[in-house]
């Protein structure tokens, strides 16, 4: 399973929609300071579920919508979908490819899509339990990251193993049976 595309429309700076492709291997993104690496790997984060404004380096959600320049104006939707490689069926979806979606409009309010059918952020968030990808998954080492991992207490570490070992979704399901 590998990451094919990333495709953004109106988030951060981001007005024009660009179309990422992936190759496999590895891929590096490079540019002036200010072009937009940064919100990139935002995006990425973002689509997979991120709720935390200030994490993105905002206030509110809707600061991901791009705000406008001089020469464009502002938009009123962000939008961001990423496309995963699914040929081994790591994600349980009888599909080759999976894109996610997800989409906030200027009331902050997000609207989440598993290839294009709306679904719930719980319905993603699921998905991707115990595959590393999530938004606090392994697959995703930003600055600073080793250093917290390092520094955790044993609780918050196991839930990182856990992730690894493939038994995050037991744990969520008997905590769930044990809350009926
Ligand atoms: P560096 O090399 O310094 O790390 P970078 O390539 O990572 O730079 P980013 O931090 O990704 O750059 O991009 C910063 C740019 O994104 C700034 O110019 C900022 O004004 C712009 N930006 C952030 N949020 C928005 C937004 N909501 N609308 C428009 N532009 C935005
Ligand atoms: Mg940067």
């Known amino acids: 399973m590998y990451l094919k595309r990333l495709e953004i429309k109106g988030f951060k700076s981001f007005a024009h929609k ?3 492709q992936f190759e496999k291997g590895i891929t590096g993104i490079v540019g002036p300071n200010g072009c937009g690496k940064s919100n ?3 995006a990425m984060r973002w689509v997979l579920g991120e709720q935390s404004a200030k994490s993105l380096r905002g206030h509110k959600m809707e600061d991901v ?3 406008g320049t001089d020469k464009r104006r502002a938009m009123g939707i962000a939008e961001v979908s990423i496309v ?6 790591k994600l349980p979806l009888a599909f080759e490819e999976v894109c996610l979606t997800r989409r906030v409009y200027r009331s902050g ?4 899509f598993i290839n294009n059918s709306s679904c719930r952020r719980k319905e993603l968030k699921e998905l991707l339990m115990d595959t590393g990808i999530g ?3 392994y697959s995703m080492i930003s600055q600073g990251r080793i250093d917290e991992i390092i520094n955790q207490k044993g609780e918050e570490r196991r839930l990182l193993i856990d992730e ?3 038994i995050v979704k037991y744990r969520s399901r008997k ?4 809350k009926k």
């Open 18 to 20: 660009v179309d990422i």
């Open 65 to 67: 919508i791009f705000t």
């Open 175 to 178: 905590d769930e049976a044990e």
């Open 164 to 166: 690894a070992a493939g």
């Open 135 to 137: 938004k606090e998954g």
């Open 84 to 89: 995963f490689d699914n040929a081994t069926r």
């Open 109 to 112: 309010e997000s609207e989440y």
């Open 40 to 42: 990139i790997t935002e």
